[in-house]
């Protein structure tokens, strides 16, 4: 099993819409959680960390669910520059060490 | 403000020959650095991180090896190249304590 697992998509959807993405991770010692996207033949780029609470950062939110080991990242009012791949990230208790999950891609279309 | 460097941006190199790719910071003193591999439809996989100069951790087996012979400076070497260390590879920097890491533009290596 991998220790992050996302779905693959590609999400394909018009502009405006909401999109949810989810993310499992499989250690249940990790302790941080984060959200990177990546445009196409580009490095990953730090989106938002995921706190236990929940967060929101303008048109995004992040969820987390300790119990299910399951990340979600909520985008609304999708525009074509989100188009781009979205990557879930662990990092476990007490290592620098951050684990990816091979990423989501969403392509928003006019 | 920091900015990190990567080069070359990509390369293309037989089976069997050597491999060094660079990777500077800027505006930072004793990052915490890191080298990661992302193979197509793959995610980004740590290889080697160094938490000072001369320090390496090795995260996987492999016919790579790296050096941190400054502070910011760190290198990915292979004496020989396999076909299977095609991808991209990425360098990324934190600042010690922090869980943020920052990553450079990255080298597209191709093995043929």
């Known amino acids: 099993r991998k220790e992050v697992e996302q779905d693959p998509g590609p999400f394909n959807v018009p502009e405006g819409a909401t999109v949810a993405f989810n993310c499992t991770y499989s250690?249940?010692?990790?302790?941080?959680f984060f959200w990177y996207r990546q445009d196409c033949r580009k490095e990953p780029k730090l989106l938002m960390s995921?706190?236990?609470s929940g967060n929101e950062d303008g048109r995004f939110t992040a969820q987390l669910n300790r119990a299910s080991q399951y990340i979600s990242l909520l985008i609304r009012d999708s525009k074509l520059s989100d188009s781009a791949t979205y990557l879930c990230?662990?990092?476990?208790?007490?290592?620098?060490?951050?684990?990816f999950g091979a990423g989501t891609r969403l392509a928003v279309h006019p | 403000s920091q900015t990190i460097h990567q080069w070359p941006a990509t390369l293309v190199q037989p089976v069997g020959s050597p491999l060094s790719l660079e990777c500077t910071v800027e505006?930072?003193?004793?990052?915490?650095l890191y080298w990661y591999r992302q193979a197509a439809g793959r995610g980004l996989q740590l290889l080697f991180y160094?938490?000072?100069?001369?320090?390496i951790s090795s995260e996987v087996p492999q016919n790579l090896s790296a050096s941190r012979p400054q502070d910011r400076q760190f290198i990915l070497s292979s004496k020989k190249l396999l076909l299977s260390d095609s991808g991209f590879y990425l360098c990324?920097?934190?600042?010690?304590?922090?869980?943020?890491?920052?990553f450079g533009p990255g080298t597209r290596l191709l093995v043929l």
């Open positions: 990324a920097w934190s600042v010690p304590g922090s869980e943020t890491q920052y």
């Open positions: 250690n249940s010692a990790s302790q941080s």
């Open positions: 995921v706190y236990s």
């Open positions: 990230v662990v990092r476990e208790r007490g290592y620098n060490k951050l684990i």
């Open positions: 505006g930072t003193s004793n990052p915490n």
């Open positions: 160094s938490v000072g100069i001369g320090q």
